[in-house]
């Protein structure tokens, strides 16, 4: 996803933070599209700290992962780092009401 952000808008820059350092394929990805210049990887814990000073935050996937609690605690970590221009972008799937077979319910099976 931000790859394609990047590819798509020159003028952004990124920092990718994560528990995990990138994989060879993510790193060659970012190299292959020209972008791997405006990319950071940055390996930490989410519920220590998160980068500060961005324009944007996007939790892709992350929040539905936890309790309330814990999902509280994340996004704390998220105010606490972001200036008061910045916004913040949660990017989660919607379990659709119903019996009806759908993806988005595999992801909500704790």
């Not at 390996?43 to 992962?65: C, E, R, T």
Request: proline residues 7%; glycine residues 6%.
């Amino acid at each position: 996803m931000i790859a394609a952000a990047l590819h798509a808008h020159s003028d952004l820059q990124a920092v990718i933070f994560d528990r995990s350092p990138p994989t060879e394929e993510t790193q060659q990805v970012f190299a292959l599209s020209g972008i791997a210049d405006r990319a950071d990887f940055m390996q930490g814990d989410f519920f220590n700290a998160v980068p500060d000073g961005g324009d944007l935050y996007l939790l892709k996937s992350i929040i539905h992962n936890w309790d309330d609690p814990a999902a509280t605690a994340i996004l704390g970590k998220c105010r606490d780092a972001m200036p008061e221009h910045a916004r913040l972008v949660l990017a989660e799937r919607v379990v659709p009401p119903g019996n009806a077979p759908s993806e988005a319910k595999l992801f909500d099976i704790c």
